[in-house]
């Protein structure tokens, strides 16, 4: 599956953005779906997941409640809502594909996810 993240920018904190993954090249419905950030030298950190038909999600304690993740598989679009934006989520947002939703969401990294889009940048300004 190939993936493609739009949707980065710049806004101001409180402000909000929408990220979106268009994934070609295989059933999309098939798929565990992701984001991730990075800021600069930073790792890679679990943003958000979403299982195969969209009713199961998880995310990680930092957005919890301030970004939504959601996917609409008749467009082959996984999106990330995010609102109350600070600056510490500044960073290269990625979107991420696996088949398989992970035993445990201790295990919910970015190891464990086989194909990745190329990053987005989102810079929220204080």
């Known amino acids: 599956v190939q993936l493609q993240a739009s949707g980065g920018g710049l806004v101001q904190a409180g402000g909000s953005l929408r990220l979106s993954c268009a994934a070609s090249?295989?059933?999309?419905?098939?798929?565990?779906m992701g984001w991730f950030r990075q800021a600069p030298g930073k790792e890679r950190e679990f943003v958000a997941a979403?299982?195969?038909?969209?009713?199961?999600?998880y995310y990680a304690d930092s957005v919890k409640g301030r970004f939504t993740i959601s996917r609409d598989n008749a467009k082959n679009t996984v999106y990330l809502q995010m609102n109350s934006l600070k600056p510490e989520d500044t960073a290269v947002y990625y979107c991420?594909?696996?088949?398989?939703?992970?035993?445990?969401?201790?295990?919910?990294?970015?190891?464990?996810?086989?194909?990745w889009g190329q990053g987005t940048q989102v810079t929220v300004s204080s």
């Open positions: 979403i299982n195969w038909s969209g009713g199961n999600t």
């Open positions: 991420a594909a696996d088949k398989l939703w992970p035993r445990s969401t201790l295990a919910m990294r970015a190891s464990h996810f086989d194909y």
């Open positions: 090249g295989s059933t999309f419905s098939t798929y565990v």
